[in-house]
């Protein structure tokens, strides 16, 4: 379940449709009661000549409206006092049955008759029709980035335990102008569809009550990526094989794949199973004697830490994300021994252990000259070798004994762990990269022998991410954001002094200063320099609400 939002600096925006419609009624209440007070008050002082209390005909209005009784003012001569009592009475009527279905019935069922009351008031949002890939996670990046959105969800089961969850989701066909408008598209920024073959229908639909909304749209393939755009799509985003481009890089390449920024680089550095560093604690680790580099963030076991503990251990397959100088980031992948940097060390040959979409994307990823066999157990889609991936044998006819890379891209989640145990077994140099589902098999994979790993579900969630702030996530297949901000409240101290709290999950990486970017962690911060910091999507949030903001 998501956190709820504080109650403090609660926005009229932030309520659903249902607390507006109970604040409304209970406001309209209160008014009718004290119009009916000042009226009987006036009635009983100028038509009955019996003036009293305010307090008192507020008395007598309220036994009259929950028709408890009249007390000591009854009878009331007067053909207009009558009038007033009985239009009070049926007022009082009329209200309870009211009350009765806003109030007392919905007490005592389980989810609102309608999901649709629990919108909050939408204006520039994002509306998500079907979602195929855990749409939890997906909706806790939206989440983290404070980005408002409606998931319309077919399934009604789905829809009511996400909405009692506390996601904004309603249940309803994208494919009907109705629902979707039910989602105020005519006031949506972004489309994001995840449908299958109903992905057409639903773009033209929503379309048409939006022509300027932009439109990204998930597919398990880029063969419709030219059909898709003609209708309207702006972006077409086949995961799959994104993922296979990716994990072909990044066996290639530094897994960041050279993000920059001006004249400060970001790399990853793997460990080595057989590196001399396995237990070594951050601090007592040779990145420490580069002043100019910052460790930004560290998977251990195939957790994020960002940024690490010094006390964190270096562990077999541990990826540290480390910025700074080009020059010196190649020093120090250089002299570090039994750490290897992917840049130096380009694989000699590479086997893909399932040629689906994405295999197939992986494999043409890789330059000619660069030695790639494919296995698949199916003959249609035409692999080097066909068998079953899980099976030793196979492994080596496709010749992983003398390969320096092995790339999992196979079907089930299942598979993929199990090449890998298979592929590790053989062979303790290799090393693996693999695609999972499932976000929550990535430690099952780390734990069966793998080097990296990306998740289908994590990374569809990241490119969502990127859509909505684009300009702020630096990869979709990271964690990663790095933002400029004026720290003024940093100046006089050290960068070595303002990344040593390492528990609020950013760190200054670096200071700009006259054209020029100063990353040694002795330099001063001034009060007009400009700091680039990294950190993860929730913990830059906060550090712009809180930090940057003040």
Same mark, same amino acid.
């Given at each position: 379940?998501?956190?709820?939002?504080?109650?403090?600096?609660?926005?009229?925006?932030?309520?659903?449709?249902?607390?507006?419609?109970?604040?409304?009624?209970?406001?309209?209440?209160?008014?009718?009661?004290?119009?009916?007070?000042?009226?009987?008050?006036?009635?009983?002082?100028?038509?009955?000549?019996?003036?009293?209390?305010?307090?008192?005909?507020?008395?007598?209005?309220?036994?009259?409206?929950?028709?408890?009784?009249?007390?000591?003012?009854?009878?009331?001569?007067?053909?207009?006092?009558?009038?007033?009592?009985?239009?009070?009475?049926?007022?009082?009527?009329?209200?309870?049955?009211?009350?009765? @279905?806003?109030?007392? +019935?919905? *007490?005592? &069922?389980?989810?609102? =008759?309608?999901? %649709?009351?629990? !919108?909050?008031?939408? /204006?520039?949002?994002?509306?998500?029709?079907?979602?195929? @890939?855990?749409?939890? +996670?997906? *909706?806790? &990046?939206?989440?983290? =980035?404070?980005? %408002?959105?409606? !998931?319309?969800?077919? /399934?009604?089961?789905?829809?009511?335990?996400?909405?009692?969850?506390?996601?904004?989701?309603?249940?309803?066909?994208?494919?009907?102008?109705?629902?979707?408008?039910?989602?105020?598209?005519?006031?949506?920024?972004?489309?994001?569809?995840?449908?299958?073959?109903?992905?057409?229908?639903?773009?033209?639909?929503?379309?048409?009550?939006?022509?300027?909304?932009?439109?990204?749209?998930?597919?398990?393939?880029?063969?419709?990526?030219?059909?898709?755009?003609?209708?309207?799509?702006?972006?077409?985003?086949?995961?799959?094989?994104?993922?296979?481009?990716?994990?072909?890089?990044?066996?290639?390449?530094?897994?960041?794949?050279?993000?920059?920024?001006?004249?400060?680089?970001?790399?990853?550095?793997?460990?080595?199973?057989?590196?001399?560093?396995?237990?070594?604690?951050?601090?007592?680790?040779?990145?420490?004697?580069?002043?100019?580099?910052?460790?930004?963030?560290?998977?251990?076991?195939?957790?994020?830490?960002?940024?690490?503990?010094?006390?964190?251990?270096?562990?077999?397959?541990?990826?540290?994300?480390?910025?700074?100088?080009?020059?010196?980031?190649?020093?120090?992948?250089?002299?570090?021994?039994?750490?290897?940097?992917?840049?130096?060390?380009?694989?000699?040959?590479?086997?893909?252990?399932?040629?689906?979409?994405?295999?197939?994307?992986?494999?043409?990823?890789?330059?000619?000259?660069?030695?790639?066999?494919?296995?698949?157990?199916?003959?249609?889609?035409?692999?080097?070798?066909?068998?079953?991936?899980?099976?030793?044998?196979?492994?080596?006819?496709?010749?992983?004994?003398?390969?320096?890379?092995?790339?999992?891209?196979?079907?089930?989640?299942?598979?993929?762990?199990?090449?890998?145990?298979?592929?590790?077994?053989?062979?303790?140099?290799?090393?693996?990269?693999?695609?999972?589902?499932?976000?929550?098999?990535?430690?099952?994979?780390?734990?069966?022998?793998?080097?990296?790993?990306?998740?289908?579900?994590?990374?569809?969630?990241?490119?969502?991410?990127?859509?909505?702030?684009?300009?702020?996530?630096?990869?979709?297949?990271?964690?990663?954001?790095?933002?400029?901000?004026?720290?003024?409240?940093?100046?006089?101290?050290?960068?070595?002094?303002?990344?040593?709290?390492?528990?609020?999950?950013?760190?200054?990486?670096?200071?700009?200063?006259?054209?020029?970017?100063?990353?040694?962690?002795?330099?001063?911060?001034?009060?007009?320099?400009?700091?680039?910091?990294?950190?993860?999507?929730?913990?830059?949030?906060?550090?712009?609400?809180?930090?940057?903001?003040?």
């Amino acid at each position: 379940m998501r956190e709820l939002r504080d109650v403090e600096g609660l926005h009229p925006r932030d309520l659903t449709q249902r607390q507006r419609l109970l604040l409304l009624f209970v406001a309209g209440l209160v008014l009718i009661v004290l119009f009916y007070t000042i009226v009987y008050n006036w009635g009983m002082r100028v038509l009955e000549d019996r003036p009293q209390s305010l307090f008192r005909s507020l008395n007598t209005v309220v036994e009259t409206m929950t028709t408890t009784g009249y007390g000591a003012d009854s009878p009331w001569t007067t053909p207009a006092m009558n009038t007033l009592m009985v239009t009070i009475q049926l007022s009082g009527v009329v209200i309870g049955f009211i009350t009765l @279905r806003v109030l007392v +019935i919905p *007490l005592f &069922e389980r989810t609102p =008759l309608n999901l %649709d009351d629990r !919108l909050t008031t939408k /204006d520039d949002h994002v509306v998500i029709a079907e979602y195929q @890939r855990d749409t939890g +996670i997906l *909706l806790d &990046e939206l989440e983290k =980035l404070d980005t %408002d959105y409606v !998931l319309i969800e077919s /399934d009604e089961e789905a829809a009511k335990r996400l909405s009692d969850d506390g996601y904004q989701a309603i249940n309803g066909d994208p494919e009907e102008r109705a629902d979707l408008e039910r989602a105020t598209i005519e006031r949506a920024s972004l489309l994001i569809t995840d449908a299958g073959d109903k992905t057409a229908s639903i773009v033209l639909t929503a379309l048409e009550g939006n022509e300027d909304l932009r439109v990204v749209s998930f597919t398990g393939s880029t063969r419709h990526e030219a059909a898709l755009r003609k209708i309207g799509v702006d972006r077409n985003v086949a995961p799959h094989a994104l993922i296979g481009q990716s994990l072909a890089k990044k066996s290639m390449t530094p897994a960041v794949a050279g993000e920059r920024s001006d004249e400060i680089e970001i790399r990853e550095i793997l460990v080595r199973r057989d590196s001399p560093h396995h237990g070594v604690r951050v601090r007592d680790s040779p990145i420490v004697n580069h002043p100019n580099l910052t460790l930004v963030a560290g998977w251990f076991g195939g957790e994020l830490r960002l940024p690490p503990s010094p006390d964190d251990k270096l562990t077999p397959n541990t990826v540290l994300v480390i910025a700074g100088p080009e020059s010196e980031l190649d020093e120090i992948m250089n002299e570090v021994a039994g750490v290897r940097s992917r840049r130096i060390e380009a694989p000699s040959k590479t086997i893909v252990a399932g040629f689906g979409e994405g295999g197939t994307a992986a494999a043409e990823a890789f330059p000619e000259d660069l030695s790639v066999t494919t296995i698949d157990n199916s003959e249609g889609c035409a692999p080097d070798i066909v068998g079953d991936v899980t099976e030793p044998e196979t492994l080596r006819k496709a010749g992983i004994d003398d390969a320096s890379a092995l790339i999992v891209t196979v079907d089930t989640d299942s598979t993929a762990l199990l090449t890998v145990a298979v592929a590790r077994s053989i062979s303790s140099d290799i090393e693996v990269l693999v695609r999972v589902t499932e976000g929550e098999k990535t430690k099952a994979a780390f734990s069966a022998g793998a080097d990296y790993v990306l998740s289908i579900q994590q990374v569809s969630a990241r490119l969502v991410a990127s859509e909505v702030h684009g300009e702020r996530v630096v990869d979709p297949t990271s964690q990663i954001r790095l933002v400029w901000a004026d720290v003024a409240q940093f100046a006089g101290e050290s960068l070595a002094d303002a990344r040593r709290n390492t528990d609020r999950g950013w760190a200054p990486i670096g200071v700009s200063r006259d054209d020029s970017i100063l990353t040694d962690e002795r330099t001063t911060i001034r009060a007009n320099d400009e700091v680039l910091i990294a950190g993860s999507d929730a913990a830059i949030q906060e550090f712009e609400r809180t930090v940057d903001a003040s």
